[in-house]
């Protein structure tokens, strides 16, 4: 395994595309001071991870774009890709050559890709800590950095030998998982503070359902009464106006047959005079006054036959019994009213009658 390409746009003093081609063995790159030879093995750095300002020689991320000269103007991003040659499977993946790239705009975001498909940073990072390849100090060496490791205290030699040895790829995931441990942890005592609050809760609620499905139950009951109560008297209500209707044709029969005798009889009249025709006049107004009685009881037969097919389809709410209740008891006001002028009515043709029947004794007796 060895570095195959390096390929520079926008980083750094790297206006123009850039591409640097390394064969096995030793590089190297020679050029006068100034010329961006320290920006070469600071690409390298970045493009595998390094994520220190000051390790690239820089104050803020954002230097590593190209700001501009008075001849080029300034870019919005920096872009770095580097081509791994892979032949002997160094690295765990499934290619012969593996280019990692690294984009990083000047509002702050960044873009991490392995051959061409976006990942994040920590999948670059185990890629290449199992090769000997990383962004510690060890494996890229700069200007003072031979120094920085020769002073280096026993914790950060610790890290330079963990890495060459491949130990710090797992060290870094037991920090990770220990991270997530610790955040479980959390996230369960913080579990436990809220089903220890809802079971407090549950009591009063539990409580409080309790009393509502009671309530419930007994509306049911209340509706369930309620309409048992108006389909009893609804039936006696249809019981008493079915006797009233047939006493009501009776009377109207009696009263037809004795309006036809007294259209034939002559009723005396004040002074002794006879007014032919007037029993027929009194009989008129009595058929009148059932006939109207007789229409009203019509339309009451109807209106409870409109209720009993509403209470046969299930429609029967509280609100309608109260309804049909006030309608009954309007209907038996009336028919009482009617009954009393069918009696007053009745009384005058008895009178009209037994003042006939005198008279025509009066008559007999003379003669």
Same mark, same amino acid.
């Given at each position: 395994? !060895? #570095?195959?390409?390096?390929?520079?746009?926008?980083?750094?003093?790297?206006?123009?595309?850039? *591409?640097?081609?390394?064969?096995?063995?030793?590089?190297?790159?020679?050029?006068?001071?100034?010329?961006?030879?320290?920006?070469?093995?600071?690409?390298?750095?970045?493009?595998? %991870?390094?994520?220190?300002?000051? +390790?690239?020689?820089?104050?803020?991320?954002? @230097?590593?774009?190209?700001? %501009?000269? +008075?001849?080029?103007?300034?870019? %919005?991003? &920096? !872009?770095?890709?580097?081509?791994?040659?892979?032949?002997?499977?160094?690295?765990?993946?499934?290619?012969?050559?593996?280019?990692?790239?690294?984009?990083?705009?000047?509002?702050?975001? +960044?873009?991490?890709?392995?051959?061409?498909?976006?990942?994040?940073?920590? @999948?670059?990072?185990?890629?290449?800590?199992?090769?000997?390849?990383?962004?510690?100090? !060890?494996?890229?060496?700069?200007?003072?950095? =031979?120094?920085?490791?020769?002073?280096?205290?026993?914790?950060?030699?610790?890290?330079?030998?963990?890495?060459?040895?491949?130990? #710090?790829?797992?060290?870094?995931?037991?920090?990770? *998982?220990? /991270?997530?441990? &610790?955040?479980?942890?959390?996230?369960?005592?913080?579990?436990? @503070?809220?089903?220890?609050?809802?079971?407090?809760? =549950?009591?009063?609620?539990? /409580?409080?359902?309790?009393?509502?499905?009671? &309530?419930?139950?007994?509306?049911?009951?209340?509706?369930?009464?309620?309409?048992?109560?108006?389909?009893? @008297?609804?039936?006696?209500?249809? *019981?008493?106006?079915?006797?009233?209707?047939?006493? #009501?044709a009776q009377a109207q029969e009696g009263l037809r047959r004795a309006g036809q005798i007294h259209s034939r009889v002559e009723l005396p009249g004040p002074g002794g005079v006879q007014y032919p025709g007037h029993g027929m006049e009194v009989a008129s107004d009595i058929t009148a006054a059932f006939t109207l009685l007789a229409h009203m009881l019509a339309r009451?037969?109807?209106?409870?036959?409109?209720?009993?097919?509403?209470?046969?389809?299930?429609?029967?709410?509280?609100?309608?019994?109260?309804?049909?209740?006030?309608?009954?008891?309007?209907?038996?006001?009336?028919?009482?009213?009617?009954?009393?002028?069918?009696?007053?009515? %009745?009384?005058?043709?008895?009178?009209?009658?037994?003042?006939?029947?005198?008279?025509?004794?009066?008559?007999?007796?003379?003669?």
């Open positions: 395994m !060895h #570095l195959k390409t390096l390929t520079v746009r926008g980083f750094k003093s790297f206006a123009s595309a850039t *591409t640097f081609e390394f064969e096995p063995g030793v590089t190297a790159v020679v050029g006068p001071n100034g010329s961006g030879k320290s920006n070469v093995v600071d690409a390298l750095a970045w493009v595998m %991870g390094e994520q220190g300002a000051k +390790s690239l020689r820089g104050g803020k991320m954002e @230097d590593v774009i190209f700001a %501009g000269t +008075s001849a080029r103007q300034a870019l %919005g991003r &920096a !872009h770095v890709s580097l081509t791994i040659d892979n032949a002997d499977g160094a690295l765990p993946i499934e290619y012969s050559e593996v280019t990692i790239s690294r984009t990083l705009f000047r509002s702050g975001g +960044s873009e991490y890709a392995i051959n061409g498909s976006s990942c994040r940073l920590l @999948d670059i990072q185990e890629l290449l800590s199992d090769s000997g390849l990383g962004r510690e100090m !060890h494996v890229i060496v700069g200007q003072g950095q =031979l120094d920085r490791i020769l002073h280096a205290t026993p914790e950060e030699r610790r890290g330079f030998i963990e890495e060459a040895a491949g130990v #710090l790829k797992h060290r870094r995931r037991k920090e990770k *998982t220990l /991270r997530k441990l &610790a955040s479980m942890e959390a996230n369960v005592s913080r579990l436990e @503070d809220l089903t220890g609050e809802i079971g407090r809760q =549950l009591t009063p609620l539990g /409580r409080q359902a309790k009393v509502a499905r009671r &309530a419930q139950r007994i509306q049911h009951e209340v509706r369930d009464a309620r309409a048992r109560l108006f389909a009893d @008297d609804w039936v006696q209500a249809s *019981t008493a106006l079915e006797a009233d209707a047939e006493a #009501l009451r037969t109807a209106e409870g036959r409109e209720a009993t097919a509403l209470m046969r389809q299930g429609h029967l709410q509280s609100e309608a019994a109260e309804m049909v209740g006030i309608s009954k008891q309007a209907m038996s006001q009336r028919l009482a009213a009617a009954g009393w002028q069918a009696e007053q009515a %009745g009384w005058q043709l008895a009178v009209h009658m037994l003042a006939r029947t005198e008279s025509l004794q009066s008559d007999d007796a003379f003669r």
